[in-house]
């Protein structure tokens, strides 16, 4: 709910300051939706193979500290 207020804010103001919005779909794994919520979950609980799957190559280098 609050990523669907925050596009429609993003669609109804943005354009009228000349910003295209262009909306993506959420990246999917074995059918199953990539979330930030996900991700911060599997770091929490120290899952650093679990989330490499899952993000890109320069996302897990700055969530590991440079270490690939």
């Given at each position: 709910?609050?990523?669907?207020?925050?596009?429609?804010?993003?669609?109804?103001?943005?354009p009228k300051?000349?910003?295209?919005?262009?909306?993506?779909?959420?990246?999917?794994?074995?059918?199953?939706?990539?979330?930030?919520?996900?991700?911060?979950?599997?770091?929490?609980?120290?899952?650093?193979?679990?989330?490499?799957?899952?993000?890109?190559?320069?996302?897990?280098?700055?969530?590991?500290?440079?270490?690939?």
């Amino acid at each position: 709910p609050m990523t669907n207020m925050y596009n429609k804010a993003l669609f109804e103001n943005l354009p009228k300051k000349g910003i295209e919005v262009i909306e993506i779909e959420r990246a999917e794994k074995e059918n199953d939706v990539i979330s930030a919520s996900r991700v911060r979950a599997l770091i929490k609980e120290g899952k650093l193979d679990e989330v490499k799957t899952l993000v890109p190559e320069t996302t897990y280098a700055h969530i590991t500290g440079g270490i690939l």
